[in-house]
């Protein structure tokens, strides 16, 4: 199963983007056998629209139109579920062993998510009530996903 990280905004060169490609990098070796994997970033624009509604919808359409067919899809946003990386994992697989093409994670832009994305996600993911930069959030993420793909293949990385 493909995994895609679509999200709103263009990751700068620096730090961020380096912890980024590092564990996107660690997924595919780690994740083939698991039948998980590659792992691709998909970068859209910043809307420039006027009103935050619009900016959100804007936004909203244009990652659902980057995704691949058939993707499953789990958003990041505030009001969605903390999980633990064992539960994250466990998703995963189960999105994995649906028989689903790709399962993309989905970070909207600095307004949100549009209503449109968070109705087809299969499932919201928040980390924590607090605000993180969204480039953080990638970083926390695609370290996330390198996790659970650990977690799936019996790999000491994660030693809760």
Do not use: N, W
Not at 85 to 98: K, L, V, W
């Amino acid at each position: 199963m493909r995994l895609v990280l679509a999200c709103v905004g263009r990751l700068k060169a620096g730090a961020e983007r380096d912890l980024v490609t590092r564990y996107v990098d660690r997924i595919r070796p780690a994740g083939r056998p698991l039948g998980l994997g590659p792992c691709d970033m998909i970068e859209i624009p910043e809307s420039a629209a006027r009103r935050a509604e619009d900016r959100m919808a804007e936004e909203g359409a244009a990652l659902l139109a980057a995704l691949p067919a058939g993707a499953g899809l789990i958003a990041l946003d505030p009001r969605g579920r903390q999980l633990s990386s064992e539960d994250f994992a466990t998703r995963m697989a189960a999105q994995r062993d649906g028989g689903l093409p790709a399962l993309a994670f989905i970070i909207g832009g600095a307004d949100g998510l549009a209503d449109a994305v968070r109705d087809k996600a299969a499932l919201m993911v928040a980390y924590g009530t607090a605000t993180f930069p969204h480039q953080l959030v990638r970083v926390m993420l695609a370290e996330q996903i390198y996790r659970a793909v650990t977690i799936l293949a019996g790999h000491p990385y994660h030693r809760a």
